[in-house]
């Protein structure tokens, strides 16, 4: 810290160092990034084994914008006339560790985070995965304070039209209590809405797959 270019006694710039050396290095990581997970392939055998509970789930079928979009709003903002547009970007597969410079993400605001966020092993491009991010920005001064600081789970909350929703494919395994009980979620947030009709499906497990 330069002393005279800021103008405090040496002694109160001595107890501002570790403060402000904390906040450098949190400004490399003063969002809170929050994911959702979608796939481009709806029927991968791998994909129902390890997601849906053995077949027993479904997959949602998601109406997206040519541009690959979908409007979404946070839990602590209004109603949905207030969303804001996410866009789906793809998972990249390789057999790299994950790291993260953080000094480097402080020097010149790379997304280094986001990248890493977009990262997997390539053990897992089975699955196809596209991801919508969005973040929410720390008070750096604050968290530099703070030793334990853990965001609101609100936060994580996200809505879209219930519209976006054009069908769903139900699982070999599902039962008619499930399907009944989807089928009735889905219609009854659309009464509000235009009554918008969507499509359901049932599968059948063969041995080349769904």
């Known amino acids: 810290i330069n002393v005279e270019e800021n103008k405090f006694p040496p002694d109160i710039a001595l107890k501002m160092v570790p403060i402000l050396l904390k906040d450098k290095l949190t400004k490399a990581l003063n969002h809170n990034i929050y994911s959702a997970s979608f796939s481009k392939n709806p029927l991968s055998p791998l994909m129902w084994a ?122 070999p395994r599902c039962t008619q209590e499930y399907k009944r009980k989807i089928q009735l979620i889905i219609g009854d947030s659309r009464k509000f809405n235009g009554d918008k009709p969507f499509l359901l499906f049932s599968t059948k497990l063969c041995s080349t797959g769904i």
């Not at 053995?54 to 903002?77: A, T, W």
């Not at 605001?109 to 897992?124: Q, R």
């Not at 519209?163 to 139900?170: P, Q, R, S, T």
């Open 50 to 171: 390890h997601y849906a509970d053995g077949f027993k789930g479904c997959v949602v079928i998601y109406e997206i914008s040519n541009d690959k979009m979908l409007n979404l709003r946070h839990h602590y903002q209004a109603p949905i006339d207030r969303s804001e547009s996410y866009k789906f970007t793809a998972v990249k597969y390789k057999n790299i560790d994950k790291q993260i410079p953080i000094l480097q993400s402080a020097i010149d605001k790379s997304n280094v985070l986001i990248d890493a966020c977009l990262m997997k092993n390539s053990f897992w491009d089975y699955e196809e995965e596209y991801r919508l991010l969005t973040s929410i920005e720390i008070d750096t001064i604050k968290l530099a304070h703070t030793e334990n600081s853990k965001p609101s789970f609100r936060d994580r909350i996200m809505y879209h039209d219930s519209n976006a929703i054009l069908g769903v494919i139900f699982g």
